[in-house]
């Protein structure tokens, strides 16, 4: 079968970091996307990753181990406009969705 | 920047009744899809397209239908409305399949009484 895996919800302090955790047992892969949907909003594309090893886009980090089916996602310096929920996404034929992990910044 | 434009933010139907959900993307994409969303079942994929009058069922089809007769046009038709059809759904298109990001328009809440 296939099916990704993800925190339902995480509580972190504004100006720290932290990791967002996905596993992935897919039929296909064609790359692993994360993005960010605020409440009542659209999900809006933050990075993607086709090969092993960590991508760097400003505050935000993405990393891939193709043979563990893992992948996390990096927030540094965390911002209370950070708090949304982020979805993995694993790229194919059919991209497949996680469900999603809500992120709560507080003060 | 890619835009998406869903017919409707908010939309409210009987049971029974067709509808039928819109969305235009202006940037020339081969592919379309159609999702809805579901507290903590995540996005799930109900039909795409990657051509102008393709389709491929996604994982969940049963009660819908899709209509691609433009390319810079996806439709979304509930054959016959049910209760189990309320949820937001969201349409999105990309550039590629599976190695392109996909870019979403704000969604449509339907709600079937």
């Known amino acids: 079968g296939q099916n990704i895996d993800q925190p339902t919800e995480m509580t972190a302090t504004e100006g720290a970091i932290v990791q967002i955790n996905c596993t992935y047992q897919?039929?296909?892969?064609?790359?692993l996307f994360w993005y960010q949907q605020h409440a009542g909003e659209a999900p809006t594309f933050l990075s993607y990753?086709?090969?092993?090893g960590l991508e760097e886009k400003g505050r935000f980090s993405s990393f891939l181990s193709r043979s563990k089916g893992y992948s996390y996602l990096l927030l540094k310096e965390l911002q209370m406009k950070d708090s949304a929920s982020y979805l993995c996404a694993v790229g194919g034929f059919k991209t497949i969705f996680g469900a999603g992990t809500r992120l709560f910044v507080k003060a | 920047d890619v835009k998406v434009t869903q017919s409707s933010r908010y939309l409210v139907k009987r049971t029974g009744e067709k509808v039928f959900l819109e969305c235009v993307q202006d940037m020339d994409h081969e592919n379309m899809f159609w999702y809805r969303q579901d507290p903590g079942l995540g996005l799930r994929l109900i039909y795409f397209?990657?051509?102008?009058?393709?389709?491929e069922k996604g994982d969940i089809p049963e009660g819908y239908s899709v209509s691609r007769e433009k390319k810079e046009r996806f439709s979304l038709i509930l054959e016959s409305a049910s209760t189990n059809q309320t949820s937001m759904y969201l349409c999105?298109?990309?550039?590629?399949?599976?190695?392109?990001?996909?870019?979403f328009g704000d969604g449509t809440r339907l709600s079937i009484l």
């Open positions: 397209s990657y051509d102008v009058k393709m389709k």
């Open positions: 897919t039929s296909g892969f064609n790359g």
């Open positions: 999105a298109s990309s550039l590629g399949v599976g190695n392109q990001p996909q870019h």
């Open positions: 990753n086709v090969l092993d």
